[in-house]
């Protein structure tokens, strides 16, 4: 089975991108062949500097491989070092319709956020497509947010079959995997935490912003000796993501049982983030002491990746007419 998975360098990595897509992606490197790359082609669509685009794919790659992205057993690579990716898109591109691209809620939502669409905006979901479809991917762990992308690749893929296949499926159609436990993870105002919302807890947030984060979390305002309802509660949501169960009931039990504010449990968050993270923040510091190894990782990676890609689109573009 192959598993494959993206994730742009656009900014750092947060607590909902971790749960959502990463910590399922490195669980997954243990049941087939993974492979895992930073989507620095579509973080073009957002990111117009190039020394931040760089230093960006750096620390992605190494917040990756420090959560646990284990290179013996995971290919890691920049997607953009697998140029055959864009011309497998523009092939998909011929026979991709509008109406599927017009329907995306990403490209609305950004539009609808006052981004002045680019035509590779618009187009990200067929170079999505071409990154799943040319490694002849079998499932792709994303989070919910990006279920829509890969009915499109599906629906793309299908559609280059029927056209070309003459009975043989000539592209794999692949199958999400959706964390189903997990609702978004919401970010400090109670929304899904995303860097558009400037509500995110980045990974490796230095203790100090940690807790000023942490602080920040929306809650209502019942007094300290008041019961408090845990349920909807976004400190206790982010709790239940690394607190074990019997720490997660104590914390309900105790919002029930009201004499403790919100800061007391604000401060229980704060230490369980702090100690549940604290092993990956030393392997940090030490990948940052490396980037040569980091750098190797991403080019043999690519070389791996390459393979398949030039394979698959050998194949492509035979089956067209080129
Ligand atoms: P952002 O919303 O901050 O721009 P991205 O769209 O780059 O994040 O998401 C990268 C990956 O992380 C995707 O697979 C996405 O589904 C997942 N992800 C992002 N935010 C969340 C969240 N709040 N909860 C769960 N998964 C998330
Ligand atoms: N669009 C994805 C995101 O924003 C990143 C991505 C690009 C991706 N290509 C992919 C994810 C292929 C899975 C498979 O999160």
Redesign the pocket.
Same mark, same amino acid.
């Given at each position: 089975m192959r598993i494959l998975?993206g994730? &742009?360098p656009?900014?750092r990595l947060?607590?909902?991108?971790y749960?959502?897509?990463?910590e399922p992606a490195i669980r997954l490197q243990d049941e087939g062949e993974a492979y895992y790359f930073i989507a620095d082609y579509h973080s073009l669509t957002s990111i117009h500097d190039p020394s931040q685009l760089r230093d960006n794919v750096r620390d992605v790659a190494i917040d990756f491989l420090a959560c646990g992205l284990d290179p013996e057993k995971a290919v890691f690579f920049r997607q953009s070092d697998v140029p055959e990716v864009t011309e497998l898109t523009w092939i998909l591109s011929t026979l991709t319709p509008m109406g599927l691209l017009e329907r995306c809620h990403?490209y609305k939502d950004k539009i609808a956020q006052g981004v002045s669409p680019s035509h590779g905006l618009f187009a990200y979901p067929v170079l999505m497509a071409s990154d799943i479809l040319i490694y002849n991917s079998d499932l792709v762990?994303?989070?919910?947010? &990006?279920k829509q992308h890969i009915e499109v690749t599906r629906d793309i893929a299908q559609k280059f079959n029927d056209r070309y296949g003459e009975g043989e499926p000539l592209l794999k159609i692949p199958e999400p995997r959706i964390?189903k436990d997990?609702?978004?993870?919401?970010?400090l105002d109670g929304r899904?935490?995303?860097?558009?919302?400037d509500n995110?807890i980045a990974l490796f947030e230095d203790e100090k912003a940690l807790k000023k984060k942490i602080m920040r979390i929306t809650t209502d305002s019942i007094p300290v000796e008041d019961p408090k309802d845990p349920d909807d509660s976004y400190i206790v949501m982010l709790y239940k993501l690394i607190a074990s169960a019997d720490e997660v009931q104590e914390m309900e039990d105790a919002f029930r049982r009201g004499g403790e504010g919100y800061g007391h449990f604000k401060k229980q968050l704060l230490e369980k983030l702090l100690e549940h993270f604290a092993p990956l923040r030393v392997k940090r510091a030490k990948l940052e002491q490396d980037p040569d190894f980091v750098e190797d990782v991403l080019q043999n990676g690519a070389k791996q990746a390459r393979l398949i890609a030039q394979e698959t689109l050998h194949r492509v573009r035979k089956a067209v007419g080129l």
């Open positions: 998975s994730i &742009q656009s900014g947060h607590l909902g991108n749960f959502g897509m990463m990403s762990p994303v989070g919910k947010d &990006q964390r997990l609702a978004a993870v919401p970010g899904k935490m995303s860097k558009s919302y995110t």
